[in-house]
């Protein structure tokens, strides 16, 4: 069962964990192929009229790359916290334990902890969004100057 509690009590939906494998492969091969282009920019011809715009455009690529990561991390850290504080103001006015599953699209009220994990979510899609421009734009221009 998907949705069923696991061994510590949280609900887990076996679906979006194997999605956010894939999501990550995902990056990390993105990220390969952008030190890939790098090593192929600079063993390239560095009379390439393309030659500067690359190196900066990979490099901002790598870099939004890095800065998601980080993003990412630190939203999981937010994510957990709001779920700790979420059940422990539960089990303040039940007086027991209750089991709370959390909103697979982040926010779950309007507490400050959910909406730090909000703002973590909105600035890692605009990281990813540079991410994606700048690699349709590395694309475009090519690595060879023909």
């Not at 999501?23 to 990220?31: K, Q, V």
Request: hydrophobic share 40%; glycine share 6%; charged share 20%.
């Amino acid at each position: 069962e998907p949705d069923a509690p696991n061994n510590n009590g949280s609900s887990k939906n076996v679906f979006t964990d194997r999605q956010n494998i894939v999501r990550g492969l995902c990056d990390a091969s993105l990220m390969a192929a952008n030190i890939s282009q790098l090593r192929a920019v600079l063993d390239g011809d560095h009379g390439n009229k393309f030659f500067i715009p690359l190196l900066i455009m990979i490099g901002l690529s790598l870099f939004s790359h890095i800065v998601f990561g980080l993003l990412m991390i630190q939203r999981w850290r937010k994510e957990r916290r709001a779920e700790l504080e979420h059940q422990r103001d539960v089990e303040n006015a039940a007086g027991t334990p209750v089991s709370r599953s959390s909103n697979p699209r982040g926010v779950t009220c309007l507490c400050a902890w959910c909406e730090c994990v909000e703002w973590y979510d909105e600035v890692s899609m605009f990281c990813m969004y540079l991410v994606i421009i700048l690699n349709v734009a590395i694309a475009g221009l090519g690595l060879t100057d023909n």
